[in-house]
């Protein structure tokens, strides 16, 4: 297959209800297992996304490394992928000229056939067996179904262990010195990432991972399977199970957690079975519930209702750019919408609508410009612009969100 064959991302309706991150960024920009969704549909076939078939509110999305939203027809030869699908790391497409790529009897991607004109994707409903080409090759592709937002936490160890497995040997790698490390499973440290003495890699229950441009304090255990992103800081105490994503600071114990990326967890508390967006600050001391009093499976809200994970243990899921203030508490299987600001000593609804503000029930409206100011103020501490295009998509998302929470 030529690296010239555009690929697409597609949200089906399913995808579109994977809240509390669908309202700020498609789901192909999701951090599965150690990976970008989007990234490891690139790594599988060879191609580079050239667009994303998403909601309409997301037209103005714009991230380093994501393509723009698709405008126009999709090109006959062009290949469309489900963003509800994570391939496998250690898999690629062998059969290149393959016009559909299946994993578990179902359609992951189709080659399309001719012209896809935009409106045909538009709402999500259509699925891609319904445009998989009549002839042609067809071949398995290895990976996970993301059937609810829920297995982003639920799946996360298997694939950690998978992803570190594929990506370790890769890597230009040095040895985990000065750490201690614990256990048979591998230890890879990538040239570059700069581990301090006093650190232990558990790696009984499986590898860990360290990009370059990574740093490991004094005084952490890494218990795996785990991975650290690129110029993200390990600040101390026991992170277990995690994927740590680009440039997050994390201080405290973590526990089979995703940090999508650019998140701060600088302080003290725990935070349990969770998902962080991107650019999530959680003030000190900020505290998750992932464990019922019942040891009953855990509930969660979703935009159909309040739904049975069917899990034991599931944190909060915090979507972009959210702040705590310190001492937040959280109860088990909490959905903070993007946007919101939420302080004080009170525990909030095991909801909270999108750009809320205040504390525990007595939420208000975090006005859409005061937002703005403070999320550009914010990013320029890391060097990040907040574009122009990036302001019209969060002026929409803010508008349907609050919407949705006054219906």
Request: aromatic content about 6%; glycine content about 12%; charged content about 20%.
């Amino acid at each position: 297959m030529s690296p010239a064959t555009p690929l697409y991302l597609y949200d089906d309706a399913t995808a579109r209800a994977f809240e509390p991150f669908a309202l700020t960024r498609p789901v192909s920009e999701l951090r599965a297992g150690a990976e970008i969704i989007r990234r490891r549909w690139e790594m599988a076939l060879g191609l580079r996304a050239a667009g994303a078939i998403t909601a309409p509110h997301l037209a103005d999305f714009a991230e380093s490394g994501a393509p723009p939203a698709a405008r126009d027809a999709i090109p006959a030869g062009a290949v469309i992928a489900n963003s509800r699908f994570a391939p496998a790391l250690n898999a690629s497409a062998r059969a290149a000229t393959a016009n559909v790529w299946m994993s578990g009897g179902r359609v992951a991607a189709v080659r399309t056939e001719s012209a896809i004109p935009p409106g045909m994707l538009a709402d999500g409903t259509m699925g891609l067996n319904k445009i998989r080409p009549a002839t042609g090759s067809m071949t398995e592709l290895g990976g996970s179904w993301l059937e609810e937002v829920w297995q982003l936490v639920t799946l996360l160890l298997p694939m950690l262990r998978d992803d570190i497995d594929a990506l370790g040997p890769t890597l230009e790698r040095v040895p985990p010195e000065p750490a201690t490390v614990l256990g048979t499973h591998s230890v890879h440290v990538e040239r570059g990432a700069t581990v301090e003495p006093h650190v232990v890699f558990d790696v009984t229950a499986g590898p860990v991972l360290l990009l370059a441009g990574s740093t490991v304090r004094a005084f952490s255990r890494l218990v795996g399977p785990c991975f650290v992103g690129t110029g993200s800081m390990i600040l101390g105490d026991r992170v277990h199970g995690c994927s740590i994503g680009e440039h997050s600071v994390i201080r405290g114990e973590i526990s089979e957690t995703i940090v999508l990326g650019h998140a701060n967890k600088g302080h003290e508390g725990f935070v349990g079975h969770s998902v962080l967006g991107r650019w999530v600050n959680l003030g000190a001391g900020t505290i998750t519930s992932n464990l019922k009093n019942t040891y009953g499976s855990v509930p969660l809200w979703t935009p159909g209702g309040v739904r049975d994970s069917g899990a034991l243990k599931l944190g909060a899921f915090f979507g972009d750019h959210v702040k705590t203030g310190i001492g937040a508490r959280f109860t088990t299987g909490s959905v903070i919408g993007a946007g919101s600001n939420v302080y004080g000593s009170a525990m909030p609804p095991r909801h909270v609508p999108p750009f809320s503000w205040g504390e525990g029930d007595a939420l208000g409206e975090y006005r859409v410009e005061e937002f703005l100011r403070t999320t550009e103020r914010a990013m320029a501490r890391r060097g990040v612009p907040l574009s122009d295009s990036m302001k019209r998509q969060l002026r929409a998302a803010h508008a349907l969100g609050r919407a949705n929470a006054r219906a």
